[in-house]
C-alpha cells in the first residue's frame, strides 16, 4: 500500500455548502492551515512534535487539502503532510 493524495486540489470551488456540514468544515480549516504555515512556518512545531528547526511549513494547498479531508473523513486531526 502507497501513501497517495486522495484529491488533486488547485483551483476548487464550492457550492451550496452548508455553514454546518462537513464540506464547510473542509474549506475553512484548509484555509486556516495555508494562513497559519504562511505567516507562522514555526508553528508546523505545535502540530507536527519532531518537527526541528530551521521550519519549513508546506503550504501546498493539494497536501493541506489531503490532510484536512484525512481529517474529516476519521474525525482525528491529521498534520501528516504538514511537513
Known amino acids: 500500500?502507497?501513501?497517495?493524495?486522495?484529491?488533486?486540489a488547485g483551483v476548487f470551488y464550492a457550492q451550496n455548502v452548508k455553514?454546518?456540514?462537513?464540506?464547510?468544515?473542509?474549506?475553512t480549516e484548509l484555509?486556516?492551515?495555508?494562513?497559519?504555515?504562511?505567516t507562522e512556518p514555526e508553528a508546523v512545531k505545535r502540530y507536527v512534535p519532531w518537527?526541528?528547526?530551521?521550519?519549513?511549513?508546506?503550504?501546498?494547498?493539494q497536501t493541506l487539502m489531503n490532510d484536512c479531508v484525512r481529517s474529516s473523513i476519521t474525525n482525528v486531526t491529521s498534520y501528516a503532510q504538514a511537513t
Open 1 to 8: 500500500m502507497q501513501d497517495r493524495p486522495m484529491v488533486n
Open 19 to 27: 455553514a454546518d456540514d462537513g464540506a464547510a468544515w473542509v474549506m
Open 31 to 38: 484555509s486556516r492551515r495555508i494562513h497559519l504555515f504562511i
Open 51 to 61: 518537527a526541528q528547526p530551521p521550519f519549513y511549513a508546506n503550504v501546498d494547498e
